[in-house]
């Protein structure tokens, strides 16, 4: 059963929202990155919903949500929270997972009342609190003030990316992906990204080369798990690792050895079986919760 609804956020901006499975399963919100849509979440999606209600949005000027001249970290929180406030009964909670820019959503509103109201648990995949142009390794050269001007240049670019060539397919695996990725998925990854408009692409490069979310990481209190793979060039380990340090409930670190930035598109399988085992633990199974658990 699935189902496309509108969720209107504080500025008025209307969000493209998908609900896909039964209406009485345990829900699990999912918020993609940069560049994206919920075609990002496919594999997720078809593999969860026979048994949970699956909620997937299209950020603002992604996939099929207008493209808003509001684009800000704090519009990202005021995102989640109007899906939330659209999708769930009160008091009621979700599994909430993000990858890239969407776990960048998280940490944005993880504060908010509503976010509090309805996470029961939290997933972090690929994504970072800040100095992400600094510590980006999509430019192969050695760290420094060069290869951040150069990185931050090209992650803000408003070029238009063109079709999807070889060539082009060869870029974005490069920058985003693992060398052993099947050829198939790096097509279909070239295929989400360039379908973003530029105008969307550029405005929110330049949120992400601002990026300083630290403080969402110290406010994100529910159980929160951190994954990442090793030969992500974007959002490097050091990232997933300050995430892990610094989570006040940290609820386990999975590292993928040998995938890039696309952890869902990439590895599927060990995503979603997280995404299980956090419903399973946080959402369905009633556990008690401290401060300390998983730390």
Known sequence: MSRTLEATSADGARLHVEVHG?????????????????AFWAAQIEELAPDHRVIAYDQRGHGRTPHSPVCSTDALADDLDAVLAAT???????????????GMTIMSASGRPRFREHAAAALLCSTGSGRLTAEARVVPLPPGRVRTWLTGRILGS???????????????????????????????????????????????????DRLDLDHGVRQLTVPTAVLHGTADRLTPSSHARMLVAELPNCAGFTELSGIGHMTPMEAPEAVTGRIRDL?????????????????
């Not at 419903?279 to 730390?295: D, I, K, Q, R, S």
Request: charged content about 10%; aromatic content about 4%; hydrophobic content about 40%.
């Open 22 to 38: 039964p209406k009485d399963a345990p829900p699990v919100v999912l918020a993609h990155g940069w560049t994206c849509s919920t």
């Open 88 to 102: 769930l009964a009160p008091g009621e909670r979700a599994l909430i997972a993000g990858h890239s820019m969407g």
């Open 158 to 208: 408003s070029l238009p990316l063109g079709p999807v060539t070889p060539p082009a397919r060869s870029i974005l695996k490069y920058a985003t992906m693992g060398p052993g990725s099947a050829p198939h998925l790096v097509d279909a990854c070239a295929r989400i990204v360039h379908a973003c408009p530029r105008t969307a692409r550029h405005a929110w490069g330049g949120v992400l």
């Open 279 to 295: 419903v399973t633990t946080y959402v369905t199974g009633n556990t008690p919760v401290t401060l300390e658990e998983g730390a």
